[in-house]
Structure formats: C-alpha cells, structure tokens
C-alpha cells in the first residue's frame, strides 16, 4: 500500500497559507466571465509551452500559440508542434474530466496519456518492459523505476490512495496533488510521456478538489522556470534503484518545492485579477497611444511577460532584424523597456505604465 514518508516544513506551511489566501480572495473577487476567458487561455497556452518545453520541445510561446490557433507550419519541428497539440487537448481533457463526481479510475489517467503522448482519445496501456533515466550528457543511470510486472499494482495502489484522501480531506489538497505527483514519476508507469501526464494528473486532482482557480494558472511555468530544482526534488533516496530504498524514502522536499510554486503561480494570478478589475487607469487612453503593430504585440505579452525580439518578430510576421529594431525603437520611446541587455540573451518587457494599465 502506497504510505508516503514526509513533514510539512515550515516553507510549505507558508506557501499553503497563500495558496488558500489566494484562492479565498480569487472567489470574492468579481471577475467579469470575459477576464476569465482570457486568463483561462492564456493559462492552458502557457501550461502547454512549459510542459513540453521540460520534455525538450523547441517551439516557443508565440510559435505555440500559433499551432494551437492552426496557423503553425514549422519545418523540421512537426514533431514538436504535435507534441503542443496533443499536450493542449490533454490539458482541456483533464480540466473536463475533473467535473465528473466520481473517483479517479486507472483508465482516466491512461486516457491523459493517449491524448498527451498520442493525441489519441483512447487508453495507453502501462509499460511491458523495464525503462531507465538516464543522464543525457554522460550516459549514467539517474534512476531505474519498478519492474514493468509490477506497474499495475503501484499504480492502482496510487489511484486508490488519491481517491481515499480527497474523499477522506485529511490532508490539504496541495500536498495530495504534490504526493500524487512525485509517486507516479517514481513508478513511470510508461517508456515516454510520464512528465506530461504527471503534471496533467496534478491538474486533475487540484480542479476536482476546489483548486482548480477556474483554470487560470499554470504550475508549469514554474516548473521550467525552476528545472533544476524541480529534478533535484524529485531525485530522493538513498539510491536511483526503486527497490534499493527509493520507495521509502523522505518526500519532505518535493511536497515543499510543489507547494511553493503552486502559492507562487496562484498569487501571480490574484494579483493580476485584481489589477484587471480595478480598472485604475484608463485602458482606453493608453490604447489611443498605441500604433496598430504595438496593440497586437500586447497579444505575446499576455502569454509571456519577458520576450526577445526574435519572439516578437515570429508573433508578429516580420524578420528578425526588423524585430530587433522595432524592439529598440520601441524601448527608445517607452512602450518596452530592457530587461536584459546583453546582447546574446537581450529582452525586453512592457514599460511599467503599460504593463499596470493594459494587464
């Protein structure tokens, strides 16, 4: 039976506090259905970028952005842009699938992984063989998951554990998701597709159990954003063989780095909320400033507050040197200002006006 081994630090005590202090004001806030739209898109595109970003993908955001509108067409990257639109409906799946009020079944999660891995509406079925991690540099075994004779158990241990704790609410749901989490990348229930539908499980859980922040947040940005620490915390055990004490062991740290980034994407998200319904400053005036190319750049800033120039140009249809100097004269009269000016890794943001009165 699945009995996980952690505490809860005072780091992850903390960021449950402002998880919940979050999700508490996100319910009183009147945030009009058409902010929610936006936000929820903008949420779903992201999570999309990000997860598959972890797994290697290539595409950027606007690039994202474009296959999943049907506009993509990216030679030598068809597999990547698969990847984002499998990715992209599995995550629209979960979401829906989070509704029904009944517990969480072995099929539900092999149906994430069709449509994830597959892009196909039908159940994959657990691994037939052993896989192993390993590093990608030197080749070494990072880790070496359960023998594949003994994947069904796990993971019905796992699902029947899920669907027990959330029934039961003994425990916070944050640390349900995060548990849930780390024992299914521990079992690799397959060859491929196990980080993907790992974080399309955590989704599921946090929307059936009240978590869901009615889908405008994105764990993955996070993830990506903090990937060494994300492997780092998920890399436990005295040893990188399951059976050698890797099973057992203490998952005090990824329970506290799950939790730190779910308080961090939903206070992101309150703050943003409330900035949108104050309407402090007069979005229609700052419009009026804008020429027509600037307007439809604010498009990539809603996905991505810090972008380069070659990122603006793919959004936008024009070559990357007249994205360059459209960045820099843009920054010269203050719709952009630089976030990093080195030259091989040079961004930009929206100036800070821009960025408080239009998001």
């Not at 027990?164 to 916070?172: D, F, K, Q, R, Y």
């Not at 954003?225 to 915390?233: G, K, P, S």
């Given at each position: 039976m699945f009995q996980p081994r952690f505490h809860i630090s005072p780091a992850a005590a903390k960021a449950l506090m402002a998880i919940e202090s979050a999700r508490v004001?996100?319910?009183?806030?009147?945030?009009?259905?058409?902010?929610?739209?936006?936000?929820?898109?903008?949420?779903?595109?992201?999570?999309?970028?990000y997860s598959t970003q972890i797994e290697g993908n290539r595409l950027t955001l606007p690039e994202v952005r474009k296959v999943i509108a049907g506009s993509g067409g990216f030679p030598g990257r068809e597999r990547d842009e698969k990847e984002v639109s499998h990715y992209y409906l599995a995550a629209g799946r979960a979401e829906t699938m989070a509704l029904l009020q009944r517990p969480f079944t072995a099929e539900d999660i092999q149906l994430l992984h069709g449509l994830a891995f597959e892009g196909q509406a039908r159940p994959t079925p657990w691994r037939d063989g052993q896989n192993v991690i390993r590093d990608g540099g030197s080749g070494?075994?990072?880790?070496?998951?359960?023998?594949?004779?003994?994947v069904p158990m796990l993971m019905n241990e796992l699902i029947s554990w899920i669907n027990?704790?959330?029934?039961?609410?003994?425990?916070?749901v944050p640390v349900i998701a995060a548990l849930a989490h780390y024992q299914f990348a521990t079992i690799h229930p397959w060859y491929d597709g196990n980080g993907r539908t790992a974080r399309l499980l955590t989704t599921?859980?946090?929307?059936?159990?009240?978590?869901?922040?009615?889908g405008i947040y994105s764990l993955e940005e996070y993830y990506a954003?903090?990937?060494?620490?994300?492997?780092?915390?998920l890399s436990v055990g005295p040893s990188h063989n399951y059976y050698m004490g890797r099973a057992e062991a203490d998952v005090s740290g990824f329970v506290e780095y799950f939790c730190r980034g779910m308080a961090d994407a939903f206070l992101k998200v309150r703050a943003s909320a409330e900035k949108a319904e104050a309407g402090s400053l007069d979005k229609a005036a700052l419009m009026r400033e804008l020429r027509p190319p600037q307007r439809q750049a604010l498009g990539l800033?809603?996905?991505?507050?810090?972008?380069?120039?070659?990122e603006l140009a793919a959004y936008l249809g024009i070559s990357p040197r007249q994205g360059?100097?459209?960045?820099?004269?843009?920054?010269?009269?203050?719709?952009l200002e630089t976030v990093n000016a080195s030259k091989k890794a040079r961004s930009y943001g929206l100036a800070a006006r821009f960025e408080a009165g239009l998001f």
């Open positions: 004001e996100m319910d009183r806030l009147p945030v009009s259905p058409q902010l929610i739209a936006s936000l929820r898109e903008s949420a779903r595109l992201l999570s999309t970028h070494g075994i990072v880790y070496m998951p359960p023998e594949a004779k003994d027990a704790e959330t029934a039961s609410e003994n425990l916070p599921m859980i946090l929307h059936r159990c009240g978590h869901g922040l009615k954003r903090n990937l060494e620490e994300y492997y780092e915390a800033f809603a996905g991505s507050r810090v972008v380069t120039s070659s360059r100097d459209w960045c820099a004269k843009w920054a010269a009269e203050g719709f």
